[in-house]
């Protein structure tokens, strides 16, 4: 599976971005795909998730705040970034995820970065003050 990010940007605090993710390759009918985020000097963390049957997930820190998505092919995956932060500012990953067991899901589900085999490049954030 291969991932491109795109649709990073600069922006004040208070603005909006949409982020995209386009994946191509071994999707399979059951699969996961999610948005992390990595700050200079911080842990990857996971920030939104959705699956095949359409169950979402969100970080508690963008809750509210942000939106995940996905177009009607299910191969094109959106973040729609609302009243963005300072500490919003970071590299934003795009990963996915075939499973094949429930348990798997709850893990990705779970936005455990172990759990993604396949990563784009990233595309940066950047949210100034």
């Known amino acids: 599976v291969q991932l491109v990010e795109s649709g990073g940007g600069s922006v004040q605090a208070g603005g909006s971005l949409r982020l995209s993710c386009v994946a191509s390759g071994n999707i399979e009918s059951r699969f996961c795909m999610a948005w992390f985020r990595q700050a200079p000097g911080k842990e990857r963390e996971g920030v939104a998730v959705?699956?095949?049957?359409?169950?979402?997930g969100y970080a508690n820190s963008v809750t509210g705040r942000f939106t995940v998505s996905r177009d009607n092919n299910k191969t094109t995956m959106y973040l729609q970034m609302n009243s963005l932060k300072s500490e919003d500012g970071a590299r934003y990953y795009c990963?996915?995820?075939?499973?094949?067991?429930?348990?798997?899901?709850?893990?990705?589900?779970?936005?455990?970065?172990?759990?993604?085999?396949?990563w784009g490049q990233g595309t940066q954030v950047t949210v100034s003050s």
């Open positions: 990963a996915a995820q075939n499973y094949a067991y429930t348990w798997v899901q709850i893990r990705l589900k779970a936005l455990d970065a172990v759990a993604f085999a396949y």
């Open positions: 959705i699956c095949s049957d359409e169950s979402i």
